[in-house]
């Protein structure tokens, strides 16, 4: 099975400020790595898929890069309503598909 | 537009049983794989349970293995999960969500529906 770690647990990161969130992977995935984004009480929200490519309606402000063990998921400029829990998950090596514990985007 | 909507969630002894449904629309449901995800409180996200488009392969995470059963209806453009021998530690929202084939991705999910197994 290959897992996901994620890093930092919790990033604190001010409006406007650019935030880089880290997934590594214990075996290469190639590039079948997702992002999604989780608010309170909603479902995970798809963000990046094939490592960098943006799902629809995604603003720009949100990239991917990555591929093999290392990714990065990485948005510009934070607005509001960013502010929210980031999942990656592998799908290269599958089942069981698996997610990253998460990363916490907060207010500084 | 994709709706998932999954009902069936609820309060559930140890021990107990529980069928999990999910209506889907706005899709040709018949040709996604569909996958089943849980998220204990607080926790992340852990993924249960697969089954492709014409229901005809099925998998699932090795701590469940037994106890779920996944199946569909594409009449009914419907899903399930069965959920047998419930512990404590099954307690979670439990999303279906729409992969985008064999060894993907999930572009659109439900609402959730909680689970809760006390007693």
Known sequence: EIVTTQSPATLSVSPG??????CRASQSVSSNLAWYQQKPGQPPRLLIYGASTRATGIPARFSGSGSGTEFTLTISSLQSEDFAVYYCQQY????????GQG?????? | EVQLV??????????GSLR???????????????????????????WLSYIASDGSITYYADSVKGRLTISRDNAKNSMYLQMNSLRAEDTAVYY??????????????????????SS
């Not at chain 1, 290269?92 to 997610?99: G, K, L, S």
């Not at chain 2, 999954?6 to 021990?15: I, K, N, T, Y």
């Not at chain 2, 899709?27 to 992340?44: C, D, E, I, L």
């Not at chain 2, 084939?101 to 439900?110: F, K, L």
Request: glycine share 16%.
């Open chain 1, 17 to 22: 400020e650019r935030a880089t969130l880290s």
């Open chain 1, 92 to 99: 290269d090596n599958w089942p069981p598909y698996t997610f």
């Open chain 1, 103 to 108: 990363t916490k985007v907060e207010i500084k």
């Open chain 2, 6 to 15: 999954e009902s069936g969630g609820g309060l559930v002894q140890p021990g």
């Open chain 2, 20 to 46: 999990l449904s999910c209506a889907a629309s706005g899709f040709t449901f018949n040709t996604y794989s569909m996958n089943w995800v849980r998220q204990a409180p607080g926790k992340g996200l852990e």
């Open chain 2, 96 to 117: 279906c969500a729409r992969y985008r084939g064999s060894g993907s991705y999930g572009d659109y999910w439900g609402q959730g529906t909680l689970v809760i197994v």
